[in-house]
């Protein structure tokens, strides 16, 4: 009886983990026939709204479960052990905000919209390749948010035998209209003999992805992104060099501790992550920078 008689939507309010409540809506005021676009759109909203509510009940359970290792921390100051577990669950706590704040709404939202621009190019009303790219990356930084998130487990690796070349070539595509925004000339240079080897592609990918979104965010002005591919007797190399602003001796030290960061809205996880993908993949990354002339960033992986 509260609702229009043409008809409203109800649409579900939920977490990974819980339902959280119910969103309506109808056209009350216009009368209008609601569609389809409607329901995306409230769907969206839905999603956006509870990812917020998800984002402020973690962080008031965090803030109670941060005063209480401090308290703890307090008690048995002389357990080094101790004091060592109660480290990694403040990380936990850090680690579990900063993602959900900075990557779960804009993820939730464009996986939305992709979706139903996927759907109108079913229909043959759209292109469906720059949207499935969408699509694809959505659902990436999707695992990788709940992998973070899942943070007692161990890293599992899906080993493949690939062309690192064709990988790269690949995930470069995904990239070629920001850069061409930006302003950003791009350079590649590709190994003559494929570097086929076993490692995890989506794992491999994930590293590539941020060096080359950092190698962006440091070129604010333009300037050019040379990304090479080579090997040795032992190894597979790629290397990632931008002609941006650099990295000061002082935070070339920090690089690789979770959550330092230089951007104001860096999570400070991206190369933690990246040398702990390497590490497992039993490689290992160098980097080499000079302030406001740029940086490069080196992955060998072993064949």
Not at 255 to 270: D, E, M, V
Request: hydrophobic content about 40%; charged content about 30%.
């Amino acid at each position: 009886n509260l609702f229009s008689p043409k008809g409203f939507l109800l649409v579900p309010i939920f977490s990974e983990s819980k339902a959280i409540g119910i969103l309506a809506a109808d056209n009350l005021i216009t009368q209008d026939k609601i569609l389809e676009d409607d329901q995306v759109g409230l769907e969206t909203f839905a999603n956006q709204a509870a990812s917020q509510i998800e984002n402020i009940i973690l962080h008031e359970e965090l803030k109670q479960k941060l005063k209480e290792l401090e308290l703890t921390s307090q008690l048995l100051r002389e357990n080094q052990n101790y004091l060592m577990q109660a480290e990694r669950w403040v990380d936990i706590g850090k680690l579990a905000t900063t993602v959900a704040h900075e990557i779960k709404t804009p993820l939730v939202t464009m996986g939305g919209y992709a979706r139903r621009a996927l759907r109108k190019a079913v229909e043959g009303k759209l292109g469906p390749h720059e949207l499935e790219i969408i699509v694809k990356e959505t659902e990436r930084l999707e695992s990788i948010t709940s992998e973070i998130l899942d943070y007692s487990k161990a890293t599992r690796l899906n080993y493949e035998k690939k062309d690192l070349n064709l990988l790269i070539k690949d995930a470069i595509e995904v990239f070629r209209g920001k850069l061409r925004y930006n302003g950003i000339w791009l350079k590649t240079r590709f190994s003559l003999e494929p570097p086929i080897l076993n490692f995890d592609p989506k794992r491999i990918e994930q590293v590539l992805f941020n060096l080359i979104e950092n190698a962006i965010d440091a070129m604010l002005e333009g300037g050019t992104l040379t990304i090479r591919t080579k090997r040795n007797e032992d190894f597979a190399i790629f290397e990632v060099e931008d002609t941006g602003s650099g990295i000061s001796e002082e935070n070339l030290q920090k690089l690789y501790i979770p959550f330092f960061t230089t951007k104001p809205k860096g999570s400070g996880l991206g190369l933690p992550v990246c040398k702990k993908i390497i590490a497992d993949h039993q490689g290992y990354i160098e980097v080499k920078s000079e302030v406001n002339k740029g940086s490069k960033f080196t992955v060998y992986l072993p064949l």
